[in-house]
């Protein structure tokens, strides 16, 4: 049984590369069977898969197979700099004579001979390798839900049905660097899993054949060629991740990869079957040692076994099938050599996390009487009634620009503080870590400066909420750890309420397999082996909040079930305890509704809420239209459009000298500016007057006009000036037109419609509401 970690390829020739030393620049020989490398290709394909890196280009060049020779592979380092197509083009020439083909890693790396997945340091590009089945099918698929590619490349290989494999590469807008290579790695995968591409690529460092080189296989001679180029098309990362998530699978692709290698026995057949000395079985005690170190190795490395329980795996196999037993001392040596060459060769490993719990011996089971008897007190809530339970998983939904971060962090502001918010009760202050993937430090405290918190509340959240800027990571085993420390610094002494994850997709990991969120099975390892996991080491009791995007749907379908909203797979509703969905229902209203769903209580109602001066408002929903919303709305608009104009009228009529009763006002402008006839201006100045936006003037002598006999006067408005009027100054002489406010004397009281007198003409009082419609201020005695 041959070890997986064994490398099967020759140990390479490391060539330190000078065109001018080591190759002949001679003008080539042209071959009239065969093409010729394009320097002008190679140019264009650099320029897409490295303009933008910095570091050494790692190349290989090596015989293709069917050829009938043999020779060395080859390896150069090239730096990513203004020369490398010359470079480039230089070593194709040479790889061409030699019969060998061009190959680069997609990336760059720090020193030269590193090539290795771990050692690479920054990829601007991703590609997927269509190397079977329908190729123009695939492509479509691919252009349909992911965009024009940037640049399509035709390896040289034919399909059985004569279709021509192809390269398809989307550059991105700057180089991925650190943990953003991992997500560039799991898109390559993702997108190969989707359409039935090469799925080695899910390797940072798997070679691909370089643009304008010469493709030699079974006699057959032929130039990658770039077959589409579009060099100005670049990709957000974060961006392309979300269109690759969404993106259905190809028709007739299947999400499950074969991994199964039929050259090699079943590994559940290794770890069953004895083996004895002396070579009598199909493979020998060193063969089948080797298998089942490096199965258990594998699930260690992945984080699918703690350390402990891989080195009981690797003892279980040797004392029940290795006959006789290899020695321990031996057991260890060859363990840790194992080790070692995995780890050179895959990456640093990704520990999983030990909850630290025992877990149960059996499975509790309880009878209906003991479950009916238990008269013990119910656990106290973390946050009443019943929207975060003690263990529970809460998950927050909303459009982008919803206002649901916004929400969100000053919710959590308040339930540090021990706070309620919009009818959400904490059971005291509780402490909270917010990990967080969406908004750079900088900008995440300029966000908690904006919003209007009460200042008692934020002096009592100071030191019990604890947010992350911007984490470019995912979180997987190795985040996991990360994150586990991260809270355990941030509170020594007692561990969190609650654990906060804002969003899931730009921290989600499907897993071994690497299903994305539309993955049932890759949505619940992300939910049992990740968020439980890193739950159940912090604290078993631990509520956890997930924040989701929602996808688009139909006014009517949110209005069904607003949950089938959520983006991702349907796994996630049937795991969470509790649900909030956040949606605006009229775009043009600046009212949102919190749905809630949950799994430990009774239903809550929606409530409706507003953003006012800062703050968050639940809005009682009595107060709401039920029927003929659109309707009323448009006439809601209408009466403040009127409104809006007979003050601006009464307004710019002062300025010209004139001043008018409300008959006198109603009759003249009748039929102008939409006001309707005199009786509903009328109406509506008895409307604007009772709610203090009109008011009266008794005595308008001072401006030319006699006293009233009527009920209340001529109208005045805010800020409402008389003019102009000619001075001159006995100085200068100079002619000067001046205005003088016009102030009220009177106004119609809001509860009997008496006329009162005003105390202070100088200060606007509106009793009813303020200018804007907000909540009224407070209202001086002689106008109450």
């Known amino acids: 049984m041959r070890d997986d970690t064994t490398p099967d390829e020759p140990k390479e020739n490391i060539v330190h590369f000078n065109p001018w030393r080591d190759f002949n620049d001679a003008a080539p020989q042209i071959d009239v069977f065969g093409d010729e490398p394009d320097p002008a290709q190679i140019a264009q394909f650099m320029q897409v898969v490295f303009g933008y890196c910095d570091g050494l280009i790692p190349v290989r060049s090596f015989i293709d197979k069917g050829q009938g020779i043999d020779g060395r592979p080859h390896n150069i380092w090239l730096e990513a700099d203004q020369v490398a197509p010359q470079k480039m083009a230089t070593f194709a020439t040479w790889a061409s004579r030699e019969g060998a083909a061009v190959y680069v890693i997609p990336g760059t790396v720090a020193a030269p001979g590193q090539a290795k997945a771990a050692e690479i340091l920054q990829m601007q590009t991703v590609v997927v390798d269509l190397d079977t089945g329908d190729i123009a099918a695939k492509r479509a698929h691919l ?183 290899w020695p321990v001392e031996r057991l260890k040596r060859e363990s840790e050599r194992l ?153 020594p002494e007692a561990p969190p309420d609650i654990l906060c994850v804002d969003p899931i997709r730009n921290l989600f990991d499907g897993g071994p397999d690497g299903g994305g969120e539309n993955d049932n099975t890759a949505m619940m390892f992300f939910l049992k082996e990740r968020v439980e996991v890193l739950r159940d080491h912090i604290d078993p009791d631990c509520g956890v909040i997930l924040v989701h995007h929602t996808k688009k749907l139909s006014k009517q379908q949110v209005k069904d079930d607003p949950f089938l909203a959520l983006s991702g797979a349907s796994a996630l509703r049937g795991f969470y305890t509790s649900g909030l969905i956040l949606h605006r229902p009229d775009e043009d209203c600046s009212q949102r509704k919190l749905e809630i769903e949950l799994r430990n209580g009774p239903a809550l ?35 403040d459009r009127k409104r809006d104009v007979i003050v601006g009228i009464l307004f710019e009529e002062a300025a010209e000298g004139r001043l008018y009763t409300t008959m006198q006002f109603a009759e003249k402008f009748e039929n102008k500016g939409g006001l309707g006839s005199k009786y509903t201006i009328r109406e509506r100045l008895s409307v604007l007057a009772t709610k203090g936006f009109v008011k009266f003037l008794r005595n308008g002598s001072e401006f030319g006009y006699p006293v009233v006999r009527s009920r209340f006067g001529y109208l005045a408005v805010e800020g ?61 005695k002689s106008e109450a």
């Open 143 to 325: 252009e349909r839900h992911l965009g024009a590619p940037t640049m399509v490349v035709e390896s040289g290989g034919v399909t059985a049905a004569g279709q021509r494999k192809c390269h398809v590469w989307w550059a991105l807008t700057e180089p991925a660097e650190g943990d953003d290579i991992a997500r560039v790695c799991r898109l390559r995968g993702d997108i190969a899993v989707k359409v039935g591409g090469d799925m080695h690529f899910r390797s940072a460092h798997q070679p691909i054949r370089v643009a304008g080189s010469v493709y030699y296989k079974n006699s057959l001679k032929t130039r990658v060629r770039i077959v589409e180029l579009n060099a100005a098309l670049e990709r957000d990362l974060a961006e392309f991740m979300e269109a690759v998530t969404d993106m259905p699978p190809a028709p007739g692709v299947s999400l499950q990869p074969a991994l199964i290698h039929p050259d090699k026995p079943l590994m559940d057949e290794v770890l069953v079957t004895p083996v004895r000395e002396g070579a009598q079985d199909d493979w020998s005690r060193f063969e089948g040692a080797s298998a089942a170190i490096g199965h258990f190795i594998r699930m260690v490395h992945e984080g699918r076994m703690t350390k402990d329980e891989g080195w009981e795996g690797i003892c279980g196999y040797n004392a029940a099938m290795l006959r006789p037993q």
């Open 339 to 491: 080790w070692n060459r995995h780890v050179e060769k895959y990456g640093p490993p990704l520990i999983r996390l030990d909850s630290g719990a025992p877990g149960p011996v059996e499975m509790p089971a309880f009878t209906l009487g003991a479950l009916l008897d238990d008269q013990s007190p119910m656990p106290e809530d973390i946050i009443a009634p019943r929207v975060l339970t003690p263990g529970g998983l809460l998950v927050l939904g909303g459009a982008p620009k919803v206002g649901k971060s916004d929400l969100l962090i000053s919710w959590l502001v308040h339930m540090a503080a021990g706070v309620p918010l919009l009818g959400f009760t904490p059971s005291r202050p509780l402490r909270i870590f917010y990990l967080q993937a969406e908004i750079q430090y900088h900008y995440l405290r300029e966000r908690l400066k904006q919003i209007a918190l009460p200042p008692e509340v934020l002096a009592a959240a100071r030191d019990t909420f604890v947010a992350t800027p911007k984490l470019k990571m995912l979180l997987d085993n190795e985040g996991s750890v990360r994150a586990a420390r991260a809270v355990q610094t941030a509170f």
């Open 605 to 639: 109602p929606t409530k409706v809420i507003d953003k006012v001066g800062g703050q968050w408002f639940e809005i009682n929903p009595m107060n709401e239209r039920l029927v003929r919303q659109e309707v009323s709305a448009k006439h809601d608009a209408e009466r």
């Open 720 to 780: 409402m000036h008389f003019g102009p009027e000619q001075s001159v100054d006995p100085e200068t002489g100079e002619v000067l037109e001046t205005t003088r406010p016009v102030l009220p004397s009177h106004y119609k009281c809001p509860q009997s419609g008496v006329c009162l007198q005003v105390e202070n003409p100088s200060v606007w009082v509106y009793p009813m509401a303020g200018k804007d419609g907000g909540k009224s201020g407070p209202t001086p």
